[in-house]
């Protein structure tokens, strides 16, 4: 038996809602069954023992009632081709892997506008990867953390404003910070921000006997303790 993959859209289709247990089970299992273009014999006798092998007390009159519901709700078509009858799943839009049908073609009007959505194999193929990979794409996108967040100056010194640290003071550690590309640590991809607020108060802790202000940068030494940077 063929793999096959159930795709999203099954439990909120109106279409399946409307089959009673039984008919959603019979169509589930048509959906295994089926070749790689969604079809199958429609003879009940053939649908019973390819479907339920062990139903030993199902009868054919179930599987024609099941057929028929499934058909009601546009879930499946049937057709004749040479007077066997057949039954067609016209969105079934499975990997195609056999080149060939097992099953003959429906004999669909051209005017009808009900024609299955079929694709050659090739191009089924081809949809189905792009699908795939797309689906791959955006549960990478929804899973991948959001990017650290690197403060403003204004937030650098709303922060020192609370806690006593000046707006000079709090742009100068900004800056620092900026130039020498320390705000992030971490391998790529996994970066984290470093902590900026209690750095800060650190530093000013230091550098407040030795901080001139008035617009003028003085040595700091906690910068040259920590990251060497010269006398600016």
């Not at 010194?157 to 130039?179: F, I, L, N, Q, T």
């Not at 901080?211 to 600016?232: F, N």
Request: net charge neutral.
């Amino acid at each position: 038996m063929p793999n096959r993959i159930i795709r999203g859209g099954w439990v909120d289709s109106d279409a399946i809602n409307s089959l009673s247990c039984e008919a959603e089970r019979f169509f589930l299992r048509l959906c295994l069954v089926a070749d790689d273009y969604g079809r199958f014999d429609a003879r009940p006798q053939v649908l019973k023992s390819a479907l339920f092998p062990l139903g030993e007390t199902l009868r054919s009159t179930d599987i024609a009632a099941w057929l028929a519901e499934c058909e009601k709700a546009g879930l499946v078509r049937c057709y004749e081709v040479d007077s066997k009858p057949y039954v067609v799943i016209p969105k079934f839009r499975q990997r195609l892997r056999a080149h060939r049908a097992r099953f003959p073609q429906p004999p669909w009007p051209s005017d009808g506008g009900h024609a299955p959505d079929m694709r050659p194999p090739e191009e089924e193929v081809e949809v189905e990867k792009e699908r795939e990979e797309e689906t791959e794409t955006e549960a990478k996108q929804k899973d991948a953390p959001a990017p650290p967040h690197i403060p403003s100056v204004k937030e650098v010194e709303d922060y020192g404003g609370m806690h006593g640290v000046p707006a000079e003071y709090c742009r100068h550690y900004h800056a620092v910070c900026s130039e020498k590309h320390r705000w992030l640590v971490g391998k790529p991809g996994q970066e984290r921000l470093i902590g900026w607020p209690s750095e800060l108060k650190r530093w000013w802790e230091k550098d407040r006997a030795t901080w001139k202000g008035a617009g003028k940068r003085t040595q700091s030494r906690e910068i040259q303790e920590e990251i060497k940077v010269k006398k600016l």
